[in-house]
């Protein structure tokens, strides 16, 4: 991250800006910090535990959140520290959420350290959804590694190699992306940041409007496209230069992802056509790329969608909770857990009509530990009880319902914006108080990190050998 801010330090330098001191001095000290650490901690590595495992990945994360926050903190850009912090954190876990308003005259090195931020959580989403969340046994892809007859899935045989062609098809999509936008009529600067934020499915824009600035369908369509591409498993993209390893339909989520995204952009437009009088191919159109930001937890936005109608709103806020598929730098629930979650409902009323019947829980091909089961059901707990909890804490702030439940729902899910006049697509999180900011900040790490991850933490036991 320190070598990271070199990038908004050269942009700066172009446009003649003094904030590139601000991000070569933050670079440097943090290298440096980064470096007395390292010299400091020299020698045998500590046994890998468990519990060694959660409390380097909640602290990574952290720190990340900190360092990203610095700069941003002593620009020119007037911001109070828990601001810094939450635009940070909004960045690293692609929440999209964002407290700066005024961003076609702002600075262009801090437009492209929040865009960076995202580009950089979305590629450690994707690596910490992969390769670590399931040593711990936990996180969206724990479930594919809780039986050891699930090893042949893997795609390729080394960690490294997975994270070289993880690395390689981001690096790729974000490139076809920027091309996209470019040649849609976006300049270089807008394109390359809205191809960092799309893939990454983090919402950051480089103008108040949005991808509304930009006024055109086209876009929207390209934009919409990229955001389902980066929602899917990325190991996806890997089968896909394998010999007879690309089946697309293999993941069961991915049917499910694809099929609620069709269903309820159909919904929207048919509300918008009823009682909008909008034309059907603007209704689709619009529609599909609101729907598909909110679901993929991208956050952008071309129009105030909540003034569509209260059926429109009440499937967006539906689709809040949902989220794309696990192994992808998207967050909410995920597809995959719907899917075992809708199975399970099915297999207990089978056994409620024939008492008798064995049904096995099946993924795809694969047999569904019990474990993985009780970890999808800890999830739904965690989840929604850290919703109530969260709205209650932010009612205590003094923020209206709306607000408070939005606002929570859209950290906790990692979407970007929320519902109402404050924290709407329109509107933005500026005027939230600081003691409200450090509250979603936290929410935001908690739906990141997949809850358990952080809340073991808290756990006594956890600490008692």
Known sequence: MAGTMMIPALVDISDRNEDWKVFVGSGVLIAAICGL???????????FTQRLGFLIVTSVWLVGALIGAVPLYISSVEITFAGAFFEAMSGLTTTGSTVLAGLDAMPRGVLMWR?????????????????????????????????????????????GQLSGGLAAAYVTLTLLCSVAYTGLGMTFFDAINHAMTTLS?????????????????????????????????????????????FQLWSDPQIKVFLTIC????????????????????????????????????????????????????????????????????????????LYILYKLVAQNFRRLVRPHSIVRLKYGNNEVAPEAVQTITIFFFLFFGTLMIGTVALSLFGLDFDTAFSGTLTALANVGPGIGQMIGPAGNFALIPDGALWVLSATML?????????LILFFPATWTD
Not at 37 to 47: L, N
Request: glycine content about 10%; overall charge neutral; hydrophobic content about 50%.
């Open 115 to 159: 865009s960076l931020l995202q580009w950089v959580g979305g590629i450690g989403i994707i690596g910490m959804a992969l390769l670590v969340l399931p040593v711990l046994r936990t996180g969206g892809m724990a479930m594919f590694h809780m039986e050891s007859s699930d090893r042949s899935d893997k795609v390729l045989p080394r960690v």
């Open 201 to 245: 499915t983090g919402g950051y824009s480089t103008h108040d409007l949005s991808m509304g600035y930009f006024d055109s369908d086209a876009i929207l369509i390209a934009s919409t496209l990229f955001m389902i591409l980066g929602a899917l498993p990325f190991v996806l993209y890997i089968r896909a230069f394998l010999p007879r390893r």
């Open 446 to 454: 908690l739906g990141r990190l997949e809850l358990v991850t952080v």
């Open 37 to 47: 650490v390292s010299a400091a901690t020299a020698g045998d590595r500590p046994r």
């Open 262 to 337: 069709l269903v309820l952009t159909v919904a929207i437009a048919i509300t918008r056509r009823i009682y909008n009088d909008s034309s059907l191919e603007e209704a689709f159109v619009s529609s599909a790329f609101n729907l598909v930001s909110v679901i993929t937890t991208t956050g952008y936005a071309s129009e105030d969608y909540t003034l569509w109608s209260n059926a429109a709103v009440g499937i967006i806020v539906f689709a809040t909770f949902l989220g794309g598929c696990a192994g992808s730098t998207s967050g909410g629930i995920k597809a995959n857990r």
